[in-house]
């Protein structure tokens, strides 16, 4: 071992014991040390690391010691991506603060978020000074005195702080007041105003900790040409989520719905187009005046043809699909070429006229317009570019010239249709715009593996096996004591009885055990037939029931879940992961099916088609591993500590009879007990919820395969 990284373990072992002497409660993990041994070593060699690292090892802390320690002794600064909110608040607010207590580094930490989060003083100021601000945005004076008061005084500009003040902003007057890149104004914007954007980006470039999220880093080249390319370590945390992030922000979706919010944020009764309309000198704007009214006759065209193209759209979907892909042999009858021509002209109609207005007022300057009226241009000009942008990303999508990407259509989450095209592949892009980019590397989840595989991960994310070091740590809970497995062997989820059937076992549940209990289901379908089934008789019970609604934020509920007693929470999407439900919030756990993507999924349609081209299995190389990875994600809702108990219930029979099973019943907590029959199922987890000490079943020596009854 190298002198130098004998001395970094020293100071890792020092920082870990100022924790355990300092801070009470706290308990040495070997996972913990092995994982912050690993990235020690990473930090003085150089190289990019893997480690899954599941729930109870501490990885935030096994990263951040090390990373931290290295700063403090000259090295460039750390940079950690988080995929979700709730991680990047936690490191802040906790891991983040006791790293600091532990290696005693006086290091200074920013939290970076993208433009839209922050205030732009002087469009707040302007949008404060319409009378008809606050009736229009429903705003009461109070409310509005508060905002007004947030504006002038705060000292970050976040516009998450308005969340802290109980001020609940409509979406579009939050666009009017954020920063946007396309109206910044040097001059404008002096150093008495500032700008809170360009302030947290600086701050960023000298701060010695950057928390950021993926999306953020993902779709800022410049950012990471600055800030990661100067980066002594860049740690990837919730890394599972990096390739799904890439493909969004290298993506392009345009939907009816942003055509009709653009439209009212450009108009002359409450957009740009009004604010100009205001500042007009009287008797001096001719010219101007003119230009205004072409541009305002320009947009009713737009909600037109943007009309008949949503109907369009709305052929394009069969009846209760989620989405529908569009390809070169797509039957072009049901995409009229009249409705999109139409929209794609008055698009650029649109843009033309608004640039025509800029030019105009530029020219005739403060012969025509008040001072507003100039800034106003900024908006004016910023909606010129919107429309044009609109207009290339209709065009890039309906040209279907991209082989490397799909295309299709599905609907937001107010059921609007709109367009989308995604990569398929986007390893080549995050290997050379990101993963190179800085040469010490941590990705790490307490979910990386298709199993016991990290093949598929290296691959999407372009990363060649022999240039990577991957390490997976074991469980620090005794996860077969705590935790009683079951595989109900009944109908089949393809059985049109497999709904009736699985509330008929819900119900039985949560009857006999009245301890809380999730549902994890793999569509809103079937999520509806399954509460339709089993809401009476859990009414008539007593037993409350929780549902997740598409588009609505799963946090709330999982707030009244974790409440509850005895309740039942049907759960789809979001409840696979990041919800924790510690302790008595979750002690019984049934996944309703094995969670295969649909294989008619667009996206997933290319991804297959790729591969089958290239050779592979499409089957085995692409749905099966996310398929153990996602029902990996779920499992892992269910014990989040060492104190915790419960029981998993799959109700998927392939689990036990198709060949793949195995690999299914390989990542359970303990081996299954398998049983067709639901009073034996009730007896088994009743006595092993009675027991205290759990029942175990061997498993079959020389095999993964499940036990059976």
């Given at each position: 071992m190298a002198t130098t990284e004998r001395y970094s373990n020293e100071l890792l072992d020092l920082a870990l014991e100022r924790l355990s002497r300092r801070e009470r409660g706290w308990e040495d993990r070997p996972g913990q040390r092995e994982m912050a041994l690993l990235w020690t070593e990473t930090l003085e060699h150089g190289g990019t690391l893997l480690v899954e690292a599941?729930?109870?090892?501490g990885k935030s802390l096994a990263y951040l010691l090390p990373a931290l320690l290295r700063r403090a002794q000259g090295s460039g600064p750390v940079v950690v991506s988080t995929c979700t909110k709730a991680l990047q608040e936690q490191l802040l607010r906790q891991d983040i603060p006791l790293a600091l207590r532990a290696t005693l580094a006086p290091l200074r930490v920013v939290t970076l978020k993208g433009r839209q989060n922050y205030l732009c003083k002087r469009r707040a100021e302007a949008r404060l000074m319409q009378p008809a601000l606050f009736p229009e945005a429903g705003l009461g004076e109070a409310v509005a005195e508060k905002l007004r008061s947030w504006v002038e005084h705060t000292a970050t500009g976040e516009l998450d702080e308005l969340i802290e003040l109980g001020i609940d902003l409509p979406p579009a007057l939050l666009a009017d007041i954020a920063s946007d890149p396309l109206l910044c104004s040097a001059t404008a914007c002096d150093a008495a105003t500032g700008c809170f954007a360009k302030r947290a980006r600086r701050e960023a470039l000298r701060a010695d900790i950057v928390l950021l999220n993926h999306a953020l880093l993902l779709s800022d080249p410049g950012l990471r040409a600055t800030l990661i390319a100067e980066a002594g370590a860049l740690v990837l945390d919730e890394a599972h989520h990096v390739e799904r992030v890439a493909r969004e922000q290298l993506g392009v979706t345009l939907g009816v719905r942003d055509l009709l919010r653009l439209a009212g944020r450009t108009d002359a009764r409450t957009g740009a187009l009004r604010a100009v309309q205001r500042a007009l000198r009287r008797g001096r704007g001719g010219r101007v005046a003119e230009r205004i009214q072409?541009?305002?006759?320009?947009i009713a065209p737009v909600l037109t043809h943007a009309a008949a193209f949503a109907l369009d759209l709305e052929r394009v979907l069969p009846p209760g699909a989620p989405s529908a892909r569009i390809t070169r042999d797509f039957d072009a009858a049901r995409l009229s070429p009249s409705a999109l021509d139409g929209l794609l002209s008055a698009l650029g109609s649109l843009a033309r006229s608004l640039e025509d207005l800029v030019e105009t007022a530029t020219a005739e300057g403060r012969a025509a317009l008040k001072t507003e009226g100039l800034e106003a241009l900024d908006e004016?000009?910023?909606?010129?570019?919107?429309?044009?942008?609109?207009?290339?990303a209709l065009r890039s999508v309906v040209a279907l010239e991209d082989r490397g990407s799909a295309f299709f259509v599905d609907r937001d989450e107010r059921g609007s249709p709109r367009l989308n095209r995604r990569p398929v592949h986007v390893g080549a892009v995050l290997r050379h715009s990101l993963l190179t980019l800085c040469d010490r590397v941590l990705l790490t989840s307490a979910t990386l593996r298709a199993g016991d595989d990290f093949g598929p991960l290296l691959d999407a994310l372009g990363l060649d096996p022999c240039d990577v070091r991957t390490a997976t740590l074991p469980s620090p809970f005794p996860l077969e004591r705590q935790?009683?497995?079951?595989?109900?062997?009944?109908?089949?989820?393809?059985?049109?009885?497999?709904?009736?059937?699985?509330?008929e076992l819900i119900v039985a549940f949560a009857a006999r055990f009245r301890r809380n209990m999730l549902v994890l289901l793999t569509s809103y379908q079937m999520l509806d037939e399954v509460a339709s089934h089993c809401a009476g008789p859990?009414?008539?019970a007593g037993i409350p029931l929780l549902r997740q609604v598409p588009g609505e934020a799963a946090a709330p509920l999982a707030v009244e879940f974790r409440a509850g007693e005895g309740a039942v929470l049907l759960g789809a999407a979001s409840f696979w992961e990041g919800v924790d439900f510690p302790g008595a919030a979750l002690e019984i756990l049934l996944i309703a099916r094995l969670p295969f993507a649909v294989p008619t999924d667009p996206l997933m349609e290319a991804r297959s088609e790729a591969i089958e081209a290239d050779g592979g299995d499409a089957f085995r190389d692409l749905a099966l591993p996310e398929a153990i990875l996602r029902f990996r994600q779920g499992i892992g809702r269910l014990i989040r500590s060492s104190e915790d108990r419960g029981a998993v219930v799959v109700a998927d029979p392939r689990l036990a009879r198709a060949s793949y099973g195995r690999r299914f019943a390989s990542t359970l907590p303990s081996p299954p007990f398998v049983t067709s029959s639901q009073s034996e199922l009730l007896s088994r987890v009743g006595e092993w919820f009675s027991s205290g000490t759990p029942e175990r079943l061997p498993r079959p020596e020389g095999t993964e395969a499940p036990c059976r009854a």
């Open positions: 599941p729930t109870g090892i072409s541009a305002e006759a320009s004016v000009r910023a909606r010129a570019f919107a429309w044009a942008e609109a207009e290339r935790v009683f497995s079951a595989v109900w062997d009944g109908s089949g989820p393809n059985d049109p009885e497999f709904s009736g059937r699985l509330a859990l009414r008539r």
